[in-house]
C-alpha cells in the first residue's frame, strides 16, 4: 500500500515545517511509528513519524527544505508499487519543470563535469554558458549569482543543471576580489534565513501591538526582604549546585497576586472574557532563534522549590528546542525577566489572547528616603502590559499593589 508521508501539523500554531534532517534514507525499509525526519516547527524541534510500512521509495523535500503542512515530503511504498502519480513538495525545486522542457537547438549536453567542478568555489563566468543544458530558473540564479553554469554538474534530466545544484554554491568575483584589494574585507550585509520560531514570532506580534489597546503600569519594588529570604532558603539547599533565583521568588508572587486579581488573570476573546481560576504562567526563554515561553501550570498551586525545578528544567530544553507543544501553549499571563542582562526598565508586547504581561528589570542599589533619611536599597522597576478591554487601570493598579506588598513582605508566600 501507497503512504504518502505528509508535512504534518506538529504544533497548534505551525503552517509550515523546515526539515532538519532524514534519519531515514530512500530505499531504507520502515515501520509504522518509526521515526523518519526531525521537523522545525514555530516552536521546536520535533520527530515525524511513519504512518505506514513499507520502504521509504522517494524523498521529496531536501534537509533545510521548507513545506507547507499538509504537502507530501516523501512516499512509502513496497518495492514492486507505482508511485509514479505520487507529486511531493520539492521545496522550490525547478526539476519537474526542467524535465517538461524540449531542448533547444542552442542547448548541447556537456560531458560530465571532473569531480573538481563540484568544490563549493566557483569561479566568476568568463562567458555565459548558453551551451550548457540549464532550467531558465537556473540559469537566472546563476546571473544573479555570478556562477559559472559550466563549472557545475548537473543532477537534472539528462544532466541539466536546476535549482538544488546552486544551493550552497559559493562564488568567488575575480573582480571584487581584486577591489577588495583596496576596500576592507568585511561584507556590507549577511541575509540570514528566517526560522520557523522568528515567522511565528512576527505573526504573533503583529495581532499584538497593533489591534491591542494596551496601556502600560510600573512599580519600584523593594527588593531587600527578597534576597534576605532567597539567601536563607539556598544556604539550606545541599551542596549539588540548586538554587533558587529571585526569579523564581518573583514568579510565586505573582501566581499569588492573580490568585487575588483574576481579573488579570484573563483572556480576550470577541464575544467573551474568559476570567481563570488557575493560573498557568508563561515564563519568557530566550534562545538563538528568538523567544520561546514555557508555561508553569498551576503555578497558584506550586511550592518555590517546585517553581524553580520546572522553570530550570523547562528552560533547558527550550533552548535545544525539545519542548512539546503543551508546554509552551495555554499560558494565562506571562513575564519576561532582562533584569540579568542589565536592562534598567523595559516595556513587554502582550501574547494574544493573555490580557498582560510582566516586564521585571533589574535590581539596582537606589537612594531613597525612608523616614526622612536617605537610605540606598536595591530595588527593581516592574512594568506591567494591560489590555485595556480586558483590565482597567483601577483593575491593573491593585495587581501591582497586591504584587508589590507580596514582594516586599514575601514570608507568607514562601512558607
Given amino acids: ?171 568567488l568575483d575575480v573582480t571584487a576580489a581584486v577591489a577588495a584589494t583596496w576596500t576592507s574585507e568585511e561584507k556590507e550585509y549577511e541575509d540570514v534565513p528566517t526560522s520557523q520560531m522568528r515567522k511565528s514570532i512576527a505573526k504573533r506580534l503583529v495581532t499584538s501591538i497593533g489591534p491591542v489597546p494596551t496601556f502600560y503600569l510600573t512599580v519600584e519594588v523593594d527588593m531587600n526582604r527578597v534576597i534576605e529570604a532567597r539567601k536563607s532558603m539556598n544556604s539550606m539547599l545541599d551542596e549539588d549546585g540548586f538554587r533558587i533565583s529571585v526569579n523564581d521568588i518573583i514568579l510565586k508572587a505573582v501566581a499569588a497576586a492573580l490568585r487575588q486579581n483574576p481579573n488579570c488573570n484573563a483572556q480576550w476573546h470577541d464575544n467573551f472574557v474568559r476570567r481563570f481560576n488557575a493560573v498557568h504562567l508563561g515564563v519568557a526563554v530566550a534562545i538563538d532563534e528568538g523567544l520561546i515561553t514555557p508555561v508553569i501550570r498551576n503555578a497558584h498551586a506550586k511550592g518555590i522549590m517546585q517553581i524553580a525545578s520546572e522553570v530550570r528544567e523547562l528552560a533547558t530544553r527550550a533552548r535545544t528546542k525539545k519542548l512539546m507543544p503543551d508546554e509552551y501553549t495555554g499560558s494565562t499571563f506571562s513575564v519576561s525577566n532582562l533584569g540579568m542582562f542589565g536592562i534598567h526598565e523595559f516595556t513587554a508586547i502582550i501574547n494574544p489572547p493573555e490580557a498582560g504581561i510582566l516586564a521585571v528589570g533589574g535590581i539596582e542599589e537606589t537612594p531613597v528616603v525612608v523616614n526622612g533619611e536617605v537610605k540606598v536599597l536595591p530595588r527593581v522597576r516592574i512594568t506591567m502590559s494591560c489590555d485595556h478591554r480586558v483590565i482597567d487601570g483601577a483593575q491593573g493598579a491593585r495587581f501591582l499593589a497586591t504584587l508589590k506588598s507580596m514582594l516586599e513582605e514575601p514570608a507568607a508566600i514562601l512558607l
Avoid at 5 to 19: C, D, K
Avoid at 24 to 53: P, Q
Avoid at 134 to 148: I, N, W, Y
Avoid at 152 to 164: A, F, L, M, T
Fill in 1 to 171: 500500500m501507497v503512504t504518502k508521508v505528509h508535512m504534518e501539523a506538529l504544533s497548534p500554531t505551525m503552517e509550515e515545517g523546515q526539515l532538519v534532517q532524514w534519519l531515514k534514507s530512500e530505499g531504507d525499509e520502515v515501520s509504522s511509528g518509526d521515526i523518519l525526519a526531525e521537523i522545525e516547527t514555530d516552536k521546536a524541534t520535533m520527530e515525524l513519524v511513519a504512518r505506514g510500512d513499507g520502504i521509504l521509495r522517494k524523498i521529496f523535500l531536501d534537509a533545510g527544505g521548507v513545506s507547507a503542512v499538509g504537502s507530501v515530503i516523501a512516499v512509502i511504498a513496497t518495492a514492486d508499487e507505482d508511485i509514479s502519480g505520487v507529486k511531493g513538495a520539492l521545496g522550490g525545486d525547478d526539476t519537474q519543470e526542467a524535465s517538461s522542457e524540449e531542448p533547444t537547438e542552442a542547448e548541447t549536453v556537456v560531458p560530465e563535469e571532473p569531480e573538481a567542478a563540484t568544490i563549493s568555489e566557483i569561479t566568476t563566468p568568463t562567458h555565459s554558458g548558453s551551451s550548457v543544458r540549464a532550467s531558465p530558473l537556473a540559469r537566472k540564479l546563476a546571473t544573479e549569482m555570478g556562477v559559472d553554469l559550466q563549472a557545475i554538474k548537473g543532477s537534472g534530466p539528462g544532466g541539466r543543471v536546476v535549482k538544488r545544484d546552486l544551493e550552497g554554491v559559493k562564488t
